[in-house]
C-alpha cells in the first residue's frame, strides 16, 4: 500500500477503537474489547469515553504502573480514542504497552510508549511504529492511566 493511501486510511482504522458493545477482540479487532479482556478494568464503549466511565469506579492518575490502562484522547486521528494495557514501566518516560488495533488489524505486545509532555505527566505520547521501526512522528493526546482498583484503595 502506498504511504499517501496509508495515511488516509489509517485514521478509518484506528476508528475501529470503538467499544460500542459488539463483538470482541477475537471478531472485530477493537481496542477498547481487546483492553478490557487483558486487563482488571471492566469498562465498555468507545476508548475515548473510558476516563470519565472510571470515575469514582477506579483510581485514575498520570503515573504509569503495571496494569493500568493508558486513556488515548479522541481526535481527527483517533475518533473514537484508543486504549493500550501497559505491561512494562521502563522509566518516568516510557511504557511498554499491549494494544489492538495500533497497526491495523494486529495485536502489538510490548510496545513501546513514550511520555513527550512537557510536565512529564503523560499527557502526551508518541507510540512506536512496528513497519517503520520507530515511534512514528504523531504526538497524541491522552489523559492519563485508569487503575485496576478504586480510588482510595490503592
Not at 502526551?124 to 515511534?135: E, G, L, N, Q
Amino acid at each position: 500500500m502506498k504511504a499517501g493511501r496509508l495515511c488516509l486510511t489509517l485514521p478509518l482504522l484506528l476508528a475501529a477503537c470503538a467499544g460500542g458493545g459488539h463483538g470482541s477482540w477475537h471478531g472485530a479487532l477493537q481496542c477498547a474489547p481487546y483492553a478490557r479482556e487483558h486487563s482488571d478494568i471492566n469498562l465498555r464503549g468507545d476508548a475515548a469515553t473510558w476516563w470519565w466511565q472510571a470515575q469514582g469506579q477506579y483510581a485514575r492518575g498520570s503515573r504509569p504502573r503495571t496494569g493500568d490502562v493508558l486513556v488515548f484522547r479522541a481526535t481527527h486521528r483517533l475518533p473514537s480514542g484508543h486504549v493500550s494495557v501497559v505491561r512494562e514501566v521502563r522509566n518516568n518516560r516510557l511504557v511498554l504497552v499491549d494494544h489492538a488495533n495500533w497497526e491495523p488489524g494486529e495485536v502489538t505486545r510490548h510496545a513501546p510508549v513514550q511520555d513527550v509532555s512537557p510536565r512529564n505527566d503523560w499527557t502526551r505520547v508518541r507510540v512506536w511504529w512496528s513497519p517503520t521501526h520507530a515511534f512514528g512522528k504523531t504526538v497524541y493526546p491522552t489523559y492519563g492511566f485508569i487503575e485496576p482498583y478504586t480510588p482510595g484503595n490503592s
